[in-house]
């Protein structure tokens, strides 16, 4: 308690303004570094995983510190040796217990919009998209209709070409009729998801990555596991059509809204994928891309 009081007295004796002002700026900064961790792992197993970490720790120096106490050397060697040991690992141990945060984290980082192209805007009107988006819109309908299951994927900016290679590349035109067969039941490619790019349905039967969140409701299936899976990973879109209620679902960064009508799928749709002009926007990405200069209509020489 005397150490406390000398250090606050300290403290407050050598305090100025400017090295208040620092102290504040010190720990607004950590919590918010704190703050932004706790949220990063929240709802996943790595909370429970940095949990036990925690209590693993407490444990350890527990022991070792009633082991010294008590005159048991032999326990306190072991506890000192497995503490040393676990400290000089703990970097190693930190990437492993968290490695599906940080590639989260840093595909966030990869696809901002300062280091990433637009790649909702190349080769895309916008009302091309929006005929895009209502044909995917009635396919959804139609499929919550008869209770058949769909899980549709919208690429924004971050590429999904590992995930497009588990599957069978199509190459084909956004078209309700297209899209429901595709899930049609006993059909060769209603199994897995659909990827939709630039304008264009890009692969059907493709593997997504599901969720390791125990949050869940315990109704949901392996399709809206793999919708919010990918959206952990991607800044992707993805919808979802329930086989069992007919339900439609939408996930985005990991977040599942549930029971939306073809209406509201619409404009939520509309809102998060519309194409933006990127043709004279600044990004790292660009700088890669050496754009073709434009050549005049009639000839070398310019003349018609």
């Known amino acids: ?11 407050f004796a050598n305090l100025t303004l400017a090295r208040g002002i620092s102290i504040v700026i010190d720990i607004a900064v950590t919590s918010l570094l704190f703050y932004a961790l706790l949220k990063l792992i929240s709802n996943t197993r790595a909370l429970q995983l940095a949990q036990g970490l925690v209590i693993y720790y407490l444990l350890v120096y527990s022991v ?4 010294l106490k008590a005159g048991l050397l032999a326990l306190n060697s072991v506890f000192s040796w497995l503490r040393s040991f676990s400290t000089t690992f703990l970097p190693l141990l930190l990437v492993m217990v968290f490695q599906p945060e940080l590639r989260r984290m840093l595909g966030r980082l990869g696809s901002s ?7 909702r805007s190349q080769f895309l009107d916008v009302h091309e998209w929006e005929d895009s988006v209502d044909e995917i819109v009635k396919s959804v309908k139609y499929l919550s209709m008869n209770r058949i299951g769909a899980l549709i994927c919208l690429q924004r900016q ?3 070409e590992d995930y497009v290679e588990t599957g069978v590349r199509l190459d084909a035109l956004v078209r309700a009729e297209t899209l429901s067969t595709l899930f049609y039941p006993n059909s060769a490619l209603h199994d897995g998801g659909v990827v939709i ?3 264009r349905i890009v692969a059907a039967r493709c593997l997504f990555p599901l969720t390791a969140s125990v949050e869940l409701e315990k109704g949901l299936g392996t399709r809206h ?3 919010i899976g ?4 991607t800044d992707a879109i993805v919808v979802v059509v329930s086989e069992q209620t007919g339900v439609i679902s939408l996930a985005v960064r990991g977040k599942l809204t549930r029971y939306l009508s073809p209406l509201e799928l619409r404009g939520m749709l509309l809102v998060m994928t519309k194409p933006i002009a990127n043709e004279h926007r600044f990004s790292l990405a660009g700088l890669f891309h050496r754009r073709n200069p434009k050549r005049p209509q009639g000839g070398d020489d310019g003349k018609a």
Do not use: C, H, P, Q
């Open 1 to 11: 308690m005397a150490y406390v009081l000398k250090f606050f007295s300290d403290l």
């Open 64 to 67: 070792e510190w009633i082991s």
């Open 113 to 119: 919009r300062l280091v990433s192209s637009d790649t």
């Open 158 to 160: 971050t590429g999904l």
């Open 197 to 199: 790019a630039n304008n």
């Open 225 to 227: 596991r793999a919708a």
């Open 230 to 233: 990918l959206t952990e990973e």
